[in-house]
């Protein structure tokens, strides 16, 4: 027991460095890609339907060989989880072309308290005012050190509020259905990555079309070297990144995954701000500062809240040696008045 005891932080806290590290990574890479200075791929849409592609491509090596098995998942399950996911890629990339910079990541910051009230009231879980304390200082540290100009329209705002709320929707959904039905993260994954891939790859060249005006199939034709290097090393990330969300969202949950998560927007900071001379002010810092103070809050909050459930008796749950007792002696005086 006590070395099942040891295992488990040390795979936990794996899995949050894979997941920091990988979105992190893909961001940089995406960045590369994506900006002018870069490759000018303008196609983020498609570009995740060739991640859930590779991730798929993975998925069905790993179940061929028996590295892992393959669980039941009802196809009505995979095929809602699926539309809600494209929602939220397709509703986050709307939402960015149509508001300013700081509206969305106002919309980001608000999936914290909508996952709080969704799992309220889809599983009716309750959050100690610590853990509540600690999420208000995380939006504030995050929202200081990343919102600047605030400009909305109508279309914006319902992209934004569609993306909020499957976005969310997806993330408890994870979790939902690993425990519903006793599927590991990367099982689950492998059967909703091939949905979503075909799904992303038919629709996406039309939504990119959409937000950029350009056609994939004319940037294909004059494709560098660089830019197929760096696709390749994005779905690469991106397979590791998509395991390791699962994973979090499994063993934790999506709320810890929204307030940890946004570790790694201290980092694509820090870095842009080493790696692409990105401006870094007073308030980045402080608002820096002030997010992982608050992640650290968090953590503690979970950890108190873990520990107050332990100690509290489980009477309803099972029964204590007084009640055996009184059960036994009821059973023994019922068998002498049947003798009798």
């Excluded at 899995?15 to 870069?38: D, E, F, H, P, T």
């Excluded at 992303?200 to 990119?208: A, E, H, N, S, T």
């Excluded at 997010?291 to 520990?307: R, T």
């Amino acid at each position: 027991m006590e070395s099942e005891k040891k295992v488990s932080p040390v795979s936990d806290v794996g899995a949050w460095a894979m997941n920091v590290i990988s979105s992190v990574g893909i961001i940089m890479a995406n960045k590369q890609l994506m900006s002018s200075n870069g490759y000018s791929f303008s196609f983020a849409t498609t570009l995740t339907g060739f991640h859930f592609a590779v991730t798929a491509l993975v998925g069905f090596v790993s179940n061929s060989t028996g590295y892992t098995a393959s669980k039941h998942v009802p196809l009505w399950e995979l095929l809602w989880f699926s539309i809600v996911a494209n929602m939220s890629i397709t509703g986050m990339n709307l939402s960015l072309m149509l508001n300013s910079v700081g509206f969305y990541q106002i919309s980001k910051l608000s999936m914290i308290p909508v996952v709080c009230v969704m799992e309220w009231i889809i599983h009716s879980k309750r959050y100690s005012k610590e853990v509540k304390v600690a999420v208000v200082v995380v939006v504030i540290g995050v929202g200081v050190c990343t919102v600047t100009d605030v400009k909305v329209n109508a279309k914006g705002f319902i992209c934004a509020c569609v993306a909020v709320l499957a976005t969310s929707l997806q993330q408890i959904s994870i979790g939902s259905l690993q425990k519903k039905y006793s599927v590991g993260a990367f099982e689950l994954l492998s059967k909703t990555a091939p949905i979503q891939a075909l799904s992303l790859l038919v629709f996406g060249p039309f939504i990119d079309y959409y937000l950029s005006g350009n056609l994939i199939s004319n940037y294909m034709k004059t494709i560098s070297t660089g830019a197929i290097i760096f696709i390749l090393i994005s779905c690469s990330l991106a397979v590791f990144c998509n395991i390791s969300q699962y994973l979090c969202i499994g063993r934790f949950s999506a709320v810890s995954f929204q307030v940890l998560g946004h570790m790694k927007t201290v980092c694509v900071l820090t870095l842009g701000w080493l790696l692409f001379d990105s401006e870094l002010t007073f308030k980045n810092i402080l608002g820096m500062l002030v997010a992982v103070a608050g992640m650290v809050i968090y953590s503690w909050a979970v950890e108190v809240e873990k520990a107050s459930s332990k100690s509290v008796p489980h009477s309803k749950h099972s029964l204590t040696e007084e009640e055996l007792n009184l059960l036994k002696d009821g059973v023994e005086k019922a068998e002498l008045g049947e003798s009798k």
